[in-house]
């Protein structure tokens, strides 16, 4: 006996126009019934990090060696509960636990949702873990596939990718493209705690030149050292006047470049510099929402990130984003 | 006829030992009278922050001719108030109208207050608007000096000075020093929205070499294309392996450094290059705190910045802080 079909939910207020008008029942089942649960976790995390003043190693690890942090282990548990009640949460996998398992929903099993509404949801509930005790701003990544899987699928089945920003206020970015083709929709919502959104920015839309000031973030300068290309874009960044902004969190350095509507973001990799960001729950994320504000996001071969499929939950890889004529300009002077 | 003098007041149980036992008059005024306030000040900013969502221009500009944002108005008026309802407060300054004014307190005037148990308050109550629309943390700064003024006074007569951080916590980072010979106090403190204070670390402390990892903040990186001293003391932190850390606020910049106990910033000062940061405002609660932390901090002529006294609101400088040899070492390579 087949269990009864979710009820059909309400479009919410704060979603953009572009998502509004005869959606397609993935998009509808995305943004009535996923995202309003992932809204509300991220808010949830939110207040979990304002009284975490004492944050302190949980005394275990993940699966990547990692020390864990017991608001890491809090913001995961929050992610989980949200996702065990939204039944069109097919599988799941985090950094925190980084394999893709099935979601059970007992009461309303995900076979018996139609397969165009049910999605796979990878994410890192905690991004910035060497910077939260400092009391900065943090993030938490959500990469949504359509289906039961993110793995070994073409990128342009990531239809949907929330940065959450937690920093002084809550806020989240959310890009949403259905179709490999299509321009996408990037936006920012305020999230408050008791459960409420407002629109921030319904377009969120990097800028064309000329700028007026160019905002520069390098990942691993370390690694400037030992790279002559590396050292160069960086001599470069500093001979034509760019501002540096770099916080090392990967969701607020790609916040502060939306927020101004420009900035480049390079995070190389070489054999003595090995890529630590990881493909599925931080490079693709990132760069469906870059792509959706209008810029470009590649990887550090060049190629855009989003065209190389994620094979295994540990993939890692580089990633160089913003304005696609700075990242042009990057790609020139590293790789020549 | 003389208004009663305010009632003694406890003790507050997040107090270090060192503040606790025997305390002056002064210390005990400052601790029990007048930390209290301003600690529930920085709380209440906290949660002014967290739902300004829609941060915009409020339509003036302070006297600096900066743009003022709606947000710095809030924090500017929550802090008057707290200082209002203090008779301890004789004078205050801010950032936002940098004139020293006297603060009137009509039951209990300040001057039926012993003058050692007077102080005079220069804040600037949001520090960080170029980072605030991108919801990266921010500050706010207090420095408390005795008597009825801070200006043209010996810097030691600034006893403590308070760095506000708002994050995804609202944390605040105190630094106390009764006279100019002791070695002072510096601790931190997580504020929660419901006015209760929590104990992080009593004494925050920089670390002595050997060091685990090396960080650093080159403020107005710009200014390397034009001095080769600084384009040299950038290259020597890359070559050198030195991890990166720069968000550009400087509230944050220096917690970073305090929490992991190493760090060095440099905001150089040129002719072409102008002092932006606030002496009074800025750079002399900064150079408390890192002196109390064990730390040393000079100005853009490699002077203690504690040294020299500021004469007017709007003075400017450079600061370079951090860790002891890490300071000594910029200092060479920029002065020789």
């Not at 943004?31 to 275990?60: E, F, K, Q, Y």
């Not at 165009?116 to 596939?145: H, K, M, Q």
């Not at 949907?160 to 002084?168: A, D, E, I, Q, Y």
């Amino acid at each position: 006996m087949a269990s009864p079909q979710p009820q059909p939910q309400p479009q919410p207020s704060w979603l953009p126009p572009q998502l509004t008008t005869s959606p397609s029942p993935t998009i509808h089942a995305l943004t009535t019934s996923l995202l309003p649960p992932l809204l509300s976790a991220l808010s949830r995390i939110g207040l979990a990090l304002r009284s975490s003043h004492r944050v302190s190693l949980a005394g275990s690890s993940n699966s990547f060696g990692d020390d864990q942090l017991n608001v890491d282990v809090a913001c995961e548990t929050i992610m989980r509960a949200a996702l065990a009640q939204c039944p069109l949460v097919a599988t799941a996998s985090s950094e925190e636990d980084p394999e893709e398992r099935q979601i059970l929903h007992p009461d309303e099993p995900s076979e018996n949702i139609s397969s165009d509404e049910r999605f796979s949801v990878a994410f890192d509930p905690l991004d910035g873990s060497s910077i939260i005790a400092a009391n900065w701003t943090v993030g938490t990544i959500v990469g949504i596939w359509k289906g039961d899987s993110a793995l070994g699928k073409d990128p342009s089945e990531q239809i949907c990718s929330l940065m959450g920003v937690h920093g002084p206020r809550t806020t989240v970015i959310v890009a949403v493209r259905e179709k490999a083709q299509d321009r996408g929709v990037c936006f920012e919502l305020g999230l408050n705690d008791d459960g409420t959104v407002e629109v921030i920015n319904h377009d969120v839309r990097l800028s064309a030149p000329p700028y007026k000031t160019r905002y520069f973030a390098p990942a691993n300068l370390r690694y400037a050292a030992e790279s002559p290309a590396y050292a160069a874009l960086i001599s470069s960044f500093i001979t034509n006047k760019y501002t540096l902004r770099y916080c090392g969190g990967l969701v607020p350095d790609l916040g502060h470049i939306l927020t101004k509507g420009h900035g480049v973001y390079v995070s190389p990799v070489a054999e003595t510099s090995k890529a630590k960001l990881r493909r599925l729950y931080e490079v693709l994320p990132v760069g469906l929402v870059v792509e959706c504000a209008g810029g470009k996001a590649v990887d550090e071969f060049g190629r855009r990130v989003l065209e190389k499929e994620v094979r295994g939950c540990d993939e890692r890889g580089g990633i160089i984003f913003g304005n696609e004529d700075e990242v042009e300009e990057v790609v020139r002077v590293l790789f020549g």
